[in-house]
C-alpha cells in the first residue's frame, strides 16, 4: 500500500498523525507528510482510518497508480 498527502488540500488537522503516526506526521509548517510512502503491512488498517478521517480527502491510496 502507497500513500500520498495533497499539500494543496491538507490544513493540519493532525487526524492522520492521530490515527497512525507511524506513517504520518506534520512537518514544521504544521501539514502532514507521510514519513513513509511505503505503508508497513502492520500500519495499513490504521491508515485506511486516517484516509477516510481527513477532514480535507487531502490523502490518497496510490498503490494502483504506481
Ligand atoms: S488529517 Fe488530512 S488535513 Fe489533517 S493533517 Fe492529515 S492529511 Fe492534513
Redesign the pocket.
Known sequence: MKVT?DDQR????????TLCAEV?S?TDDG??EAISTDVPTEFEDATRE?IQC???Q??SDVTKET
Open positions: 498527502v491538507c490544513r493540519g488537522h493532525g487526524v492522520c498523525t504520518f506534520l501539514y502532514a486516517a481527513c477532514p480535507e487531502a490523502i
